[in-house]
């Protein structure tokens, strides 16, 4: 625990000007983000007696090494700044509204040349117009259902959409009238662009225009006698206020407004977003926060206003924003959001009427969102505090590990060896921050080796990090900074400064995807926390009392001796412990146990996901995959001219010299790299027995050989294979 003395800056130092400051740990991440109208009195309120303080920005300061900032011009740049650090950074002590799902949306994508209806979740993406968010997905389907018969946009997917073109034959819906069959030339793209168009107008709120106009072709229908057009104009017109009436009139026609709602405790807070468009409710949202200091409802509320209106610009920020309590200042955050709407933006808070009731409703919805996740969560906080504790207590730890990172081993009989990390904080999964990597010290199968290796390339990133940002310089045990030792017994032969490879998971919203290396590769980017940097108080291994050693001997070999190490053998589910004998038995009911079970089983599941995953490649793998500057688009064209490998392999340069897109050069290449190559043996039908040609659908590569045999077997044989 640092004293916030220890890093105050001088009085005269701080400007007395707007800005954005961060406060950073000992490892250098960013911890806490905030802005101020004046740095210098903002900054001041958290070096006063920590007896004043409220004892979350208690912890949070005396959790600090160090505070810096940034001067911006104008509060409004402030806001913007801020905003951009909390996103990069992911500070553990800013106010984060947790969403407790994924809500969808009704997305039509205008960015293609046949817009498509359909339901999205996650990222929203440019050129597609959202409507929602919906409490359900069902809720969505239900209202296209109802408007396909009166606006017959394309709905299916670009698959289907392809094989209705090729076929020449459109999909029920064309025949059933609920979609314009785009796919077979029944309406040109203008025509149906402009359904997009008026379905979308529809769904934003000017619906009146659409019945009028209906409800005048029925009239026109019957009195010419066209009894059946008038009959389904008829029902067109009941489908559409069957739809509407899905979502209740709350306000006046033409209104746009968000309505936001808080309810909170001294601990958390709940967040309550209505949507309404056109006088309709039109979406609804909810999020909680943890109240990681003492802050105001209003700036609960501008918090809220920045996650809800971020990314977004343009009418995707109404003209009315209707809160609880207005942020303090309110001008600067008024002024963001007219810059991101383009146009004038009222923020302010309802006193009377309708828009004052609707209010009233959405804040007992912010009520009881907060009753509800206190419920679940208050056994969920207990159960983790208690977890962690008996871990703590089991393993004779000082403290609770607030932060586990297990590893595991995953290989199928020895081919497409590799790793994955996991970590879990808090007793939560955070997965931005794992990895997985791939051993390359040996060939083979020892998980043992395998482990070491691991271990030591995984810390002697942690000691490389340590060292660049200047935590300790003078090396470990007399090994020269910047390499770390070598590892022994069964590690890399290869020199210790070669750059080691591990991979980040970039599979989930968080990870950055980039390349990570060892040494002076490293970019500086600090407070991110999307490195090794960061050590765990304590590692788990899958496996016993070997794997468990080979991990504590790593340690050992780079002069690690402040992290905790344990094995949970999945047999009898016992935990051992480095130069233990005999292994910790937790009981069968323990909270500890089943938490490292789950840490332990996650990292088995991410580790054989990225073997699969590997593997597979390996076994889609052809002879072409292995010449020089040949992309993924001229091996297709190749493959596509010649029909077949076999073939490809059998024609000369001039003919390979035919295709388009292929020069000379590449022809040679292409022809050497398939003349060195091995050809596959002929597919055998296992149905007859019969050996089958090329044209009958021979595998053409020694992988699509492989990928036969592997696949042999029941899936129970398979999985027993695999490690």
């Known amino acids: 625990m640092a004293d916030p003395s220890s890093y105050r800056p001088r009085p005269g130092a701080i400007p007395d000007s707007p800005g954005v400051y961060r ?285 809800l209106y971020g990314e977004e610009s343009g009418d995707a920020v109404p003209k009315e924003v209707l809160v609880p309590a207005l942020p303090d200042p309110v001008e600067p955050v008024q002024q963001w959001l007219t810059d991101r709407r383009g146009s004038g933006v009222s923020l302010r808070i309802p006193q009377r009427g309708d828009k004052k009731a609707l209010m009233e409703t959405v804040q007992r919805n912010a009520q009881q969102a907060l009753v509800l996740h206190k419920t679940k969560r208050a056994s969920d906080l207990t159960t983790r505090s208690r977890a962690l504790e008996e871990i703590a207590e089991a393993l004779d730890l000082d403290s609770a590990p607030l932060r586990i990172e297990c590893y595991d081993i995953s290989h199928l009989q020895g081919d497409d060896v590799v790793a994955s990390m996991v970590v879990f904080e808090d007793g939560l999964a955070r997965k931005s921050e794992y990895r997985r990597f791939q051993i390359k010290g040996f060939r083979g199968q020892d998980d043992v080796r395998s482990m070491h290796e691991v271990i030591t390339r995984r810390f002697r990133r942690y000691l490389a990090e340590k060292e660049r940002t200047g935590e300790w310089a003078d090396g470990v045990d007399g090994t020269e900074t910047g390499d770390g030792p070598r590892p022994v017994d069964g590690g890399d032969p290869r020199p210790a400064a070669e750059p080691y490879a591990a991979e980040p998971y970039a599979a989930e919203p968080g990870a950055d995807g980039r390349a990570l290396t060892d040494g002076p590769a490293l970019k500086d980017d600090d407070g991110r926390p999307k490195r090794f940097a960061y050590p765990p108080q304590l590692v788990v291994v899958d496996g016993g009392q070997p794997q468990v050693a080979a991990a504590q001997r790593a340690l050992d070999e780079l002069g690690i001796d402040d992290i905790a190490v344990c094995g949970l053998a999945k047999r009898l589910e016992e935990v051992w412990v480095p130069r233990e004998d005999d292994p910790v038995v937790l009981p069968r009911t323990s909270e500890g146990l089943y938490l490292l079970q789950r840490v332990r089983d996650e990292a088995h599941r991410f580790a054989i996901t990225y073997q699969r995953t590997k593997r597979a490649k390996r076994f889609r793998a052809g002879p072409l995959d292995d010449v020089p500057g040949l992309g993924e688009t001229r091996k297709q064209a190749l493959i596509k001219h010649f029909g077949s490998v076999k073939k490809l392999r059998s024609a000369t340069i001039d003919q390979i010299c035919e295709v388009p897109g292929i020069g000379r050069k590449t022809a040679e290449t292409v022809a050497v790299a398939l003349a060195g190559a091995v050809p596959a043996a002929p597919a055998v039908n296992t149905a007859t027995g019969a050996i089958m040609d090329d044209e009958e659908g021979a595998p053409e590569t020694t992988a699509d050989a492989l990928g036969e045999s592997v696949s042999a077997g029941t899936p129970d044989e398979r999985r027993g294979q695999e490690r």
């Not at 409507?131 to 017959?152: E, K, M, N, S």
């Not at 389904?232 to 069957?242: F, P, T, W, Y």
């Open 23 to 307: 406060f950073r740990d000992e490892h250098r991440r960013v911890i806490y983000v905030g802005k101020a109208k004046s740095l210098r009195q903002r900054l001041a309120n958290y070096f006063q007696d920590l007896a004043n303080l409220h004892p979350r920005t208690r912890t949070m300061v005396t959790t600090a090494a160090s505070v810096e900032w940034t001067v911006v011009s104008t509060e409004v740049e402030a806001l913007q700044l801020e905003y951009s650090w909390i996103k990069e950074y992911d500070p553990r002590f800013n106010v984060k509204y947790r969403d407790d799902k994924s809500y969808p949306y009704l997305a039509v994508t205008m960015n293609e040349e046949f817009p498509r209806v359909q339901v999205m979740r996650g990222q929203k993406k440019k050129g597609v117009r959202y409507f929602g968010p919906y409490g359900h997905a069902w809720a969505i389907r239900d209202t296209v259902d109802l408007l396909l018969r009166v606006f017959p946009v394309r709905t299916c997917s670009a698959g289907v959409f392809k094989n209705a073109a090729r076929t020449g034959r459109p999909c029920l819906l064309g025949y059933i009238d609920k979609c314009s069959a785009p796919c077979v030339e029944r309406i040109s793209p203008e025509d149906h662009r402009e359904l997009a168009d008026e379905f979308c107008d529809f769904m934003a709120g000017r619906t009146g225009t659409y019945l009028r106009r209906l409800e005048r072709q029925m009239g026109e229908a019957a009195e010419d006698m066209e009894y059946e057009r008038a009959a389904r104009l008829r029902d067109d017109i009941g489908a559409l206020k069957k739809a509407m009436e899905k979502s209740a009139v709350v306000l006046a026609d033409a209104t746009d407004a968000d309505l936001i709602a808080v309810a909170e405790d001294e601990l958390e807070a709940a967040v309550q977003i209505f949507h309404v468009r056109g006088g309709r409710v039109r979406g609804q949202r909810g999020w909680v926060t943890d109240k990681v200091e003492e802050i105001t409802t209003g700036a609960l509320v501008e918090h809220a206003l920045q996650q």
